[in-house]
């Protein structure tokens, strides 16, 4: 990626903006690292202060808007108000934050790889831009990156000279069986 701050300054210049350059600078934010905070007796922690931040995107105003209305309404009717929310937050998002974690650390273990893989396999970009877009949960985009992970080597043999009966082709390439 180019720098930003240099495109900023360049921007600026262009159009003869006199404003301050972009600011270097980082904010706190409470992914969650594997344990929700529902609070303490008729007191309900919501968003941040609950830990409820997607630890993969660092999304967290969903969630916040999500768990607020849910603490507020749980407050108002219910006579275990604690209870039913931690119920709520384990039900709703405790297994997908789990999921989301796991991928985190496996995501930045491996980022270069990741990003040549997205590079290269459409499957595998698909399965990043389904996650970024909320369109598949955490465990089912794992499911189906592993599934296109074992069928690479099937797909090598494929493209190379053997066929989906697992017959050789003679006139196709190079197969892993001429090695
Ligand atoms: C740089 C940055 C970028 C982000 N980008 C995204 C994004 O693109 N998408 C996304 O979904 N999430 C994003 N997030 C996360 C998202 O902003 C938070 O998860 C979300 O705002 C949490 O909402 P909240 O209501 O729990 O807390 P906040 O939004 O932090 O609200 C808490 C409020 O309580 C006030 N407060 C604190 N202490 C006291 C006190 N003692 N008395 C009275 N008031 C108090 C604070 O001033 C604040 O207004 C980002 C966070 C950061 C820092």
Redesign the pocket.
């Given at each position: 990626m180019r720098n930003p701050y240099e495109l900023n300054r360049k921007y600026n210049l262009k159009f003869k903006l006199n404003r301050k350059e972009i600011s270097k600078g980082g904010?706190?934010?409470p992914v969650f690292n594997g344990k929700l905070f529902p609070g303490k007796e008729r007191i309900l922690l919501?968003?941040?202060?609950a830990n409820?931040?997607d630890p993969f995107t660092?999304?967290?105003?969903?969630?916040?808007a999500l768990s607020?209305i849910k603490a507020a309404e749980l407050l108002l009717n219910s006579k275990t108000p604690l209870t039913d929310y931690e119920k709520f937050l384990n039900k709703n998002f405790l297994s997908d934050f789990r999921w989301s974690n796991f991928l985190r650390h496996l995501f930045f273990a491996f980022k270069k790889p990741f990003f040549k893989g997205m590079e290269k396999s459409e499957a595998l970009l698909k399965i990043a831009t389904d996650i970024i877009s909320g369109n598949v949960c955490y465990k089912e985009a794992f499911k189906r990156f592993v599934i296109k992970s074992t069928l690479l080597p099937a797909r090598f043999l494929n493209v190379t000279g053997v066929n989906k009966a697992g017959k050789r082709e003679k006139s196709k390439g190079f197969s892993s069986l001429d090695i």
């Open positions: 904010a706190f934010v919501a968003g941040d202060a409820l931040v660092g999304e967290g105003i969903y969630f916040a607020g």
